[in-house]
């Protein structure tokens, strides 16, 4: 690298350990023989070899005093710095504006990663505080209980803080040890109080969820994990699932999740069209209506009727086949023994032979061709079927 390729301000490191800044929360010093100042105010800031023009803007009510300390917000304006928690800086203002022809006051950089908040925000100054007490653990509970939802990545506050990484380890455990904080995953932190926040959202939506569809066994993992703030990782939402059915409160079976102990509920209304949807698919057998036309005589809506007959279907009483059809368990099984007994004597069956078989129209005879495959009772080869082996 030649000497000219270089910049005053520029600064060595290893790849990743740091991002630059044009952006940082301050303590600020400013001294008496500087002219009060209540709002953003320019100035040159000098911080490591950098010179600077930047913008001072106090943090707080009170505007930025003679003589006192207090917090404001930095913003570079002609390119972003190298900065970490800890770096000192001094800021001179220009002759041209009263009393600001010399330095005016130095400080201390807090947070190279500021929130996007007002500056008149009391839980901002309350963060600053405590950012202003220079001790790491602290900072980093802090760091993570406002990221909220989203927690934070290990490796974003390594770069936020300039912590070592072995460091930072350790005093992430002790913050997860502590238990204010828990780890979601292997490179994310998120606040206790927040994953708590996050649990009584899942608990309110799955509750609505067995209000609004008493039938259901339960809620789809994902349409669940879609009630939450769309910035929630999914490591994080895992771990509110994962922390729910330890403590008891919900159950997770493969794709749905339900509140623990939960049955569905059959009101009488229910209970009527269950039986009429049973009477019918043993009175069809291996005929039954399409599902519009068997919601249209039931009288009920397309969605109202597939959960009547996905709950037959959990319940054993019928089988679904490809097409949308369903079929009355028995009807089922009765013709597997048919077309067993079919491919043992004659060893393979075409689409003419099943459909003399069981008595069907295309319209069924294919779809329980298919069905047969699915429940691993016969195969395809070219255009018949064949008992599959075992």
Same mark, same amino acid.
């Given at each position: 690298v030649?000497?000219?390729?270089?910049?005053?301000?520029?600064?060595?490191? =290893?790849?990743? !350990?740091?991002?630059?800044?044009?952006?940082?929360?301050?303590?600020?010093?400013?001294? /008496?023989?500087?002219?009060?100042?209540?709002?953003?105010?320019?100035?040159?800031?000098?911080? %490591?070899?950098?010179?600077?023009?930047?913008?001072?803007?106090p943090?707080?009510?009170? @505007?930025?005093? /003679?003589?006192?300390?207090?917090? $404001?917000?930095?913003?570079?304006?002609?390119?972003?710095l190298?900065?970490?928690? %800890?770096?000192?800086?001094?800021?001179?203002?220009?002759?041209?504006?009263?009393?600001?022809?010399?330095?005016?006051?130095?400080?201390?950089?807090?947070?190279?990663?500021?929130?996007?908040r007002? #500056?008149?925000? /009391?839980?901002?100054?309350?963060?600053?505080?405590?950012?202003?007490?220079?001790?790491?653990?602290?900072g980093l509970?802090?760091?993570?209980?406002?990221?909220?939802?989203?927690?934070?990545?290990t490796?974003?506050?390594? #770069?936020?803080?300039?912590?070592?990484?072995?460091?930072?380890r350790?005093?992430?455990?002790?913050?997860?040890?502590? %238990?204010?904080?828990?780890?979601?995953?292997?490179?994310?932190?998120?606040?206790?109080?927040s994953?708590e926040?996050?649990?009584?959202?899942?608990l309110?939506?799955?509750?609505?969820?067995?209000?609004?569809?008493?039938?259901?066994?339960?809620? $789809?993992r994902?349409?669940?994990?879609?009630?939450?703030?769309?910035n929630v990782? @999914?490591?994080?939402?895992d771990?509110?699932?994962a922390?729910?059915?330890? $403590?008891?409160?919900?159950?997770?079976?493969?794709?749905?999740?339900?509140?623990?102990?939960r049955?569905?509920?059959?009101?009488?209304?229910?209970?009527?069209?269950? &039986?009429r949807? #049973?009477?019918? $698919?043993l009175?069809? %057998?291996?005929?039954? /209506?399409?599902p519009?036309?068997?919601?249209? &005589?039931?009288?009920?809506?397309?969605?109202?009727?597939?959960?009547?007959?996905?709950?037959?279907?959990?319940?054993?009483?019928?089988?679904?086949?490809? @097409?949308?059809?369903?079929?009355? #368990?028995?009807?089922? &099984?009765?013709?597997?023994?048919?077309?067993?007994?079919?491919?043992?004597?004659?060893?393979?069956?075409?689409?003419?032979?099943?459909?003399?078989?069981?008595?069907?129209?295309?319209? !069924?005879?294919?779809? =329980?061709?298919?069905?047969l495959?699915?429940?691993?009772?016969?195969?395809?080869?070219?255009?018949?079927?064949?008992?599959?082996?075992?």
């Open positions: 030649e000497v000219g390729e270089l910049a005053r301000g520029e600064l060595l490191t =290893l790849p990743d !350990t740091l991002r630059a800044t044009a952006l940082a929360d301050v303590s600020l010093h400013w001294l /008496p023989s500087a002219p009060e100042v209540d709002d953003t105010v320019s100035v040159q800031l000098l911080a %490591g070899t950098a010179r600077r023009l930047a913008h001072l803007a943090i707080g009510r009170d @505007g930025i005093v /003679p003589g006192t300390t207090g917090f $404001a917000r930095l913003h570079v304006d002609d390119g972003a190298p900065l970490l928690p %800890g770096d000192r800086f001094i800021v001179r203002g220009f002759a041209r504006s009263e009393g600001m022809g010399g330095t005016v006051g130095g400080g201390v950089v807090l947070d190279v990663a500021p929130p996007h007002r #500056r008149t925000d /009391p839980v901002l100054l309350r963060e600053l505080e405590i950012l202003a007490g220079g001790e790491l653990r602290a509970r802090e760091r993570i209980r406002r990221a909220g939802f989203e927690g934070a990545e490796d974003g506050l390594r #770069r936020e803080t300039g912590a070592l990484p072995e460091t930072l350790v005093e992430l455990q002790a913050l997860v040890a502590d %238990g204010e904080i828990l780890a979601a995953g292997a490179h994310r932190h998120v606040a206790t109080a994953l926040r996050m649990q009584e959202t899942l309110e939506a799955l509750d609505a969820f067995h209000r609004d569809q008493p039938l259901r066994p339960g809620m $789809a994902a349409a669940l994990r879609g009630e939450l703030a769309d990782p @999914g490591e994080i939402a771990l509110a699932l922390r729910l059915e330890a $403590a008891g409160e919900i159950q997770v079976e493969g794709k749905l999740v339900r509140r623990a102990g049955a569905p509920e059959i009101d009488g209304e229910s209970k009527e069209l269950l &039986e949807i #049973r009477s019918e $698919a009175r069809v %057998g291996l005929e039954p /209506p399409s519009r036309d068997w919601a249209n &005589e039931l009288g009920v809506d397309a969605d109202r009727f597939r959960d009547l007959v996905a709950h037959l279907e959990r319940e054993g009483e019928l089988v679904r086949a490809p @097409g949308d059809l369903w079929f009355a #368990r028995g009807a089922v &099984e009765s013709l597997r023994t048919k077309v067993v007994a079919h491919l043992e004597a004659h060893g393979e069956i075409d689409p003419a032979a099943y459909k003399q078989l069981t008595g069907t129209t295309r319209r !069924t005879t294919v779809p =329980l061709m298919e069905l495959d699915e429940l691993h009772v016969t195969r395809r080869r070219d255009n018949v079927r064949v008992l599959r082996k075992g």
